[in-house]
């Protein structure tokens, strides 16, 4: 053992470490060497993403739409995609190299991913170029379209929490409470007449 | 076995509540008496199972719907969702192992422990491998915490949609975790004076990540090989999960593989595409860590309707604060306008479920019923009002407003909204 307190664990090697510390950073750490282009993308999206994430990454069924909802942020109902809402294109290659395609994960090799990657910048419009190569050392030039638009946790100063005051205990509301809303007219809930193809859901 | 005996005792019961409000005194059966004391049941008569009959025991078979539920609208594939603990059945503060909910991206990973490993590495003297061997040789504590998921009661944004406490409020439960703090593990490998962010990694097919400031894990995150005493469940992370008090229920990586130091955030995709919460302006608010203070009344509850007829009632509810303990809950029985206090049983621990009662005499006609929580930080639970006027429907993640139910004259209730 080598560790410092207990001497318990072992040194961990430099090829141990590089299978394992696959994950890539905005500022570009982590990019492995490699290239791939938006045709390259376009040939591998179709033969392994597209039976999910649609042709066009427009998603099929209820599966995660990739492409478009440019501009819905303030809209009733956003589109949250690549292109419209993720800060940063290293989380694309990381998680497209970490967990996809679904079921078969880590079975791409580094020059698949930075051409799907490639690919999914040219169906959100990010790059026009049909010929266009994503590399190690172009990656970081690239900017997605909302990246500025994150903040930090604020929740401590939204009025509710700020005020830290006792609250009412009588005669808090000027009129008796009315319902405005009930779940049974939705009849949504599992075991309920109706409960197939509903509102759109909350986790995925 | 014993079904014919099952029937008489719930016709003794449907009489019961027929009779309904009329005596609110004990009263003695009419005729010669109850069958449940006049007859010998097989119980009495015939032996049971013997010892060995059941090396791990279940719940009894009359608590066969207590169980864990999914909504499969809610998402595309099994593997990656998520499905409910029955906090609508439930008493006390622990979540019984096989109940606790599940929220997997990629399915459970079935994991042999000889071949598990953790790895220390990134801004480190050392980059070290562990077995769970290892980790068991290392000094270990025993906290309870409520995990909570960050989408818990995310469906309720935009209004009354699901009929049920487990729907509304079960990505939720609490255990008591034993496990290695993870500024042990840390201090093995030695964090170097540029370390601020970790970053933890789960061994599944998703390969969940997020990041952490150093300054929560070297606080009071564990490493956890144990819940409530036994080993941890495959679907909540076997052999090795990371426990992240107070804050949301993603962080808590299951699986746990790795943990690496860095200098700076990894903006992975569980902490930008996903846990990250959609303002009205179209602004998103990210590293919203901490679960805030919460609660709801179990019972009565959509999926525990009243069957007594009125009198005596116990309201039963939990409350939660990702900031520490919850010093009080009040209960309002008209939709917010008046409030009692409630009382709390059992023990107060921070960052972990809350068990609270108002014991009430209802005259049977329709009720609000509301619950509302403080914590120790003087924070009050908001009601949904005040959360949508700040940050819109789009949110997804955090909804921790007041429920309302509606509890009807028949006993039933219903999952509402009030003005």
Redesign the interface.
């Known amino acids: 053992?080598?560790?410092?307190?207990?001497g318990?664990?072992?040194?961990?090697t430099e090829d141990?470490?590089a299978a394992?510390?696959i994950?890539?950073?905005?500022?570009g750490m982590g990019l492995p060497d490699g290239s791939g282009t938006v045709g390259e993308g376009d040939m591998l999206f179709q033969e392994q993403c597209a039976s999910?994430h649609g042709v066009f990454g427009e998603g099929a069924?209820?599966?995660?739409v990739l492409a478009g909802g440019q501009g819905t942020?303030?809209d009733e109902r956003?589109e949250?995609t690549?292109g419209s809402?993720?800060?940063?294109l290293?989380?694309v290659f990381?998680?497209i190299r970490?967990?996809m395609p679904?079921?078969n994960?880590h079975s791409l090799t580094d020059d698949e991913v930075y051409a799907l990657t490639a690919y999914l910048l040219y169906m959100n419009d990010v790059v026009a170029d049909e010929e266009f190569e994503l590399s190690k050392e172009n990656f970081s030039e690239i900017e997605l379209p909302n990246a500025a638009?994150?903040?930090?946790?604020?929740?401590d100063s939204?009025?509710?929490?700020a005020?830290?005051?006792d609250?009412?205990?009588?005669?808090?509301?000027d009129t008796?409470?009315?319902?405005?809303?009930?779940?049974?007219i939705?009849d949504?809930?599992?075991g309920?007449v109706d409960?197939?193809?509903?509102?759109a859901?909350?986790?995925? | 076995m014993g079904k014919g005996n099952g029937i008489d005792r719930r016709r003794l019961l449907t009489a019961g509540l027929a009779a309904g409000g009329a005596a609110l005194a004990p009263r003695a059966v009419a005729g010669e008496g109850d069958p449940a004391i006049l007859e010998v049941q097989d119980w009495t008569r015939y032996l049971g199972d013997g010892v060995q009959a059941r090396p791990y025991g279940v719940p009894s078979e009359f608590e066969a719907h207590v169980v864990r539920r999914d909504v499969e609208w809610l998402t595309a594939a099994t593997e990656s969702s998520v499905n409910f603990t029955p906090i609508h059945e439930l008493d006390g503060i622990i979540t019984p192992n096989g109940l606790c909910f599940e929220r997997h991206h990629a399915g459970i990973a079935e994991i042999d422990p000889a071949d598990h490993r953790l790895m220390i590495n990134g801004l480190v003297d050392q980059p070290l491998v562990f077995t769970m061997e290892d980790l068991k040789r290392l000094p270990r504590e025993n906290r309870v915490y409520f995990l909570e998921c960050a989408a818990n009661s995310g469906m309720e944004w935009r209004g009354s949609q699901l009929n049920g406490a487990q729907y509304t409020h079960g990505m939720v439960h609490c255990v008591m975790y034993t496990g290695v703090p993870l500024r042990t593990i840390l201090g093995e490998a030695g964090i170097k004076a540029s370390g601020k962010w970790v970053l933890a990694e789960g061994a599944d097919a998703s390969v969940m990540t997020r990041s952490i400031p150093i300054e929560k894990a070297v606080d009071d995150c564990l490493v956890a090989f144990m819940m409530n005493g036994e080993a941890l469940r495959p679907e909540q992370g076997y052999p090795l999960r990371l426990v992240v008090p107070g804050w949301e229920g993603n962080m808590w990586v299951k699986w746990l593989r790795r943990i690496e130091v860095g200098d700076l955030p990894w903006h992975q995709r569980e902490e930008t595409s996903k846990y990250t919460d959609l303002l009205p302006n179209g602004k998103a608010r990210r590293f919203t860590w901490v679960m805030d203070v919460k609660s709801v009344i179990t019972s009565p509850s959509p999926q525990m309707p009243i069957s007594h007829g009125p009198g005596p009632l116990v309201i039963s509810g939990l409350a939660w604060s990702g900031n520490g303990r919850i010093t009080r809950v009040d209960v309002s029985l008209d939709g917010g306008r008046n409030w009692r206090r409630a009382r709390i049983d059992g023990p107060s621990l921070p960052k972990a479920l809350h068990r609270f009662y108002l014991d009430i005499d209802w005259d049977g006609r329709d009720l609000l019923l509301q619950s509302r929580a403080i914590d120790e930080d003087g924070f009050v639970q908001p009601s949904k009002e005040e959360l949508r006027a700040v940050r819109g429907e789009n949110s997804i993640y955090h909804n921790n407003g007041i429920q309302t139910w509606h509890v009807k004259p028949d006993g039933s209730s219903e999952n509402v909204e009030v003005s």
């Open positions: 053992g080598v560790g410092l307190a207990y318990l664990g072992r040194r961990a141990e470490v394992w510390d994950d890539v950073r905005p500022d999910c069924g209820r599966w995660p942020l303030t956003p949250k690549i809402f993720w800060p940063y290293s989380t990381d998680y970490r967990a679904f079921g994960a638009n994150f903040i930090d946790d604020d929740r939204e009025p509710h929490y005020a830290k005051a609250p009412c205990m009588r005669d808090c509301k008796p409470a009315e319902i405005v809303m009930r779940a049974r939705l949504v809930t599992p309920s409960d197939d193809g509903a509102g859901g909350a986790v995925d």
